[in-house]
């Protein structure tokens, strides 16, 4: 017996060193980065040890934890596990965050090459795991089933053993849900308008363009798209309306022939084709074609007598301009009447003036008056009865008359973000509250929805590295290769439930004469009115007020 104990006790070192070690495990507000070489210690004040939830039937919820280990995170599994046996079918994952390079350029222009890089945890699911010492960050998902019933139920993260299976630590949720329910994203009320860059994919992918393999991949990214209540569906026109604004040009879904003749034909296969795709992965219904106005003015044909491209550089109040569009216009109405599509499309253009817009509108309601047209870019008064799609930027206002005006016609009118604003916004290196802010500006301030020019407009090395030539670091995409989401996305989606919440709660306050609420509603929602969100503090305690408006 004694000889069993002595080697017990000299094994048992050597049996304890052996263990894989987790340090700690909690749960984190995700209102604020991550640093690389961050501890527990130095997070501590974010820690939450029991996390409580409250939401609503469909909603989708975003979590983040932190574990600290001398173990790398490929070493290691996680589950998020429902604890009622109702809840274990709901769809549910756990995943590690991937880390990109970011640094501190918040604006337009050319992209400084003289600042620090830093890493961000920002990919869901991806990337390039950090290899230093701190913590490991986790994201977790829960998607509320519509059909579920309201109540309370009890969720746990699970770190286990990757090797062995061996439980290492669990955190406890707890999630009540209520007697609410969320519109299914096709049926919500805000109007998103994310711009798609299918071409990042086939570079990325290494496939050809629109080959069944391009096809075939896209479909899981427009998928991802579409669960955020994706509005609109972007399709190119002629060829790149951009510049050099993406990575990746930009090709004509419909390509363009002057025959030996003179006379203009049209190929639909692309476009046909790119459209169908998406209306069978939810996105829509709305189709903005780009786009009669680009930034250089050159439009791209083939010539069938020369056998070649021919860049048509011009103006818009040329008469080649104008016989250029007016046959386009009309044979593309033709082609969308018989798809069933006329009533869908917009012709549509990016940061363009008042000269060229109204030069393209007169040759449009010319040639195709059942066409309707679209802008994203300055406020004109001019334009306000005009456009059926009109996105003015970020901090610019309709006239209460103007809004009154377009409401009522059944137009829509949305603001947008870009570069241009250092806060708040989706690159990685904003905070991630700032993500939130965004849609309840919106409907704080009376917009229709939302728009952002680029969505996955992919870098060369998307998952290590989120810097390009142009704007700020992550301004071109917010989700990764894969598909993997962000945390910049994922929060973006929070504020679109949090502001479909706040829709729906108004108008059954409204309906049923509740003022009280009603009045605490708005005066909460009024705080987002501000084109400066304030402090990182200052948002998170913002949307915490409204969420216990909303929460009851």
Not at 114 to 140: R, S, T, Y
Not at 457 to 482: C, E, H, M, Q, V
């Amino acid at each position: 017996m004694k000889k069993l104990l002595f080697t017990l006790w000299v094994l048992m070192p050597v049996c304890l060193l052996a263990q894989p070690k987790v340090v700690s495990a909690s749960w984190i507000e995700n209102d604020r980065l991550i640093a690389a070489d961050a501890t527990m210690e130095m997070l501590r004040g974010d820690l939450i040890q029991e996390m409580s939830v409250i939401a609503w039937r469909g909603e989708r919820i975003g979590l983040e934890a932190v574990i600290q280990t001398d173990r790398k995170a490929d070493e290691l599994s996680l589950q998020i596990r429902a604890r009622n046996k109702t809840a274990r079918k709901w769809d549910a994952r756990a995943d590690f965050l991937g880390w990109v390079l970011t640094d501190s350029f918040n604006t337009c222009g050319q992209h400084p090459d003289n600042l620090k890089p830093f890493l961000v945890p920002d990919v869901i699911g991806g990337g390039e795991q950090k290899a230093e010492k701190g913590v490991l960050p986790v994201w977790c998902t829960i998607e509320v089933p519509y059909d579920c019933k309201s109540g309370n139920y009890r969720w746990q993260l699970e770190v286990s053993e990757r090797s062995s299976g061996r439980l290492l630590t669990r955190l406890p949720l707890r999630l009540q849900v209520l007697n609410h329910t969320l519109p299914r994203p096709s049926q919500q009320e805000l109007h998103l308008d994310f711009w798609q860059q299918p071409y990042s994919v086939s570079r990325y992918h290494n496939v050809p363009r629109w080959s069944q393999q391009h096809f075939d991949l896209l479909r899981p990214y427009l998928k991802l798209l579409a669960r955020a209540g994706q509005s609109v569906i972007s399709a190119i026109l002629f060829y790149e309306p951009w510049g050099e604004q993406s990575n990746d040009k930009f090709d004509a879904m419909i390509k363009t022939t002057r025959e030996k003749d003179g006379s203009w034909s049209y190929d639909y296969t692309v476009f046909d084709h790119w459209v169908e795709l998406c209306d069978s992965c939810g996105l829509g219904p709305q189709i903005n074609c780009f786009s009669m106005v680009p930034w250089d003015m050159s439009f791209r044909y083939f010539d069938a007598f020369s056998q070649q491209y021919i860049d048509l550089k011009t103006t818009t109040n040329s008469e080649e301009y104008r016989e250029l569009w007016s046959n386009f216009l009309k044979a593309f109405a033709q082609h969308l009447k018989a798809k069933g599509w006329i009533h869908r499309t917009c012709i549509a253009m990016d940061e363009r003036g008042l000269s060229s817009m109204l030069d393209a509108w007169n040759v449009a309601q010319t040639a195709a008056p059942e066409l309707k047209m679209a802008l994203a870019g300055n406020h004109h008064p001019e334009l306000a009865d005009k456009l059926y799609d009109y996105c003015i930027a970020y901090g610019q206002q309709f006239t209460p008359e103007e809004q009154q005006y377009r409401k009522k016609q059944g137009l829509v009118s949305t603001t947008y973000t870009c570069c241009s604003e250092q806060k708040p916004n989706t690159f990685t290196n904003s905070q991630p509250i700032e993500a939130v802010y965004t849609p309840l500006y919106t409907v704080a301030n009376g917009f229709d929805g939302y728009l952002h020019w680029s969505w996955m407009n992919w870098t060369d090395n998307p998952l290590t590295d989120s810097r390009f030539k142009l704007f700020a670091p992550g301004d071109t995409y917010l989700i990764y290769p894969g598909p993997c989401s962000s945390v910049r996305w994922e929060r973006f989606i929070e504020g679109v439930q949090l502001a479909e919440k706040v829709l729906l709660l108004r108008k059954d306050y409204e309906r049923h004469n509740n003022q009280s609420a009603l009045q605490s509603l708005n005066e909460a929602l009024a705080a987002f009115k501000s084109t400066d969100p304030g402090s990182t503090e200052e948002i998170a305690s913002k949307v915490k007020a409204l969420k216990q408006l909303v929460s009851r």
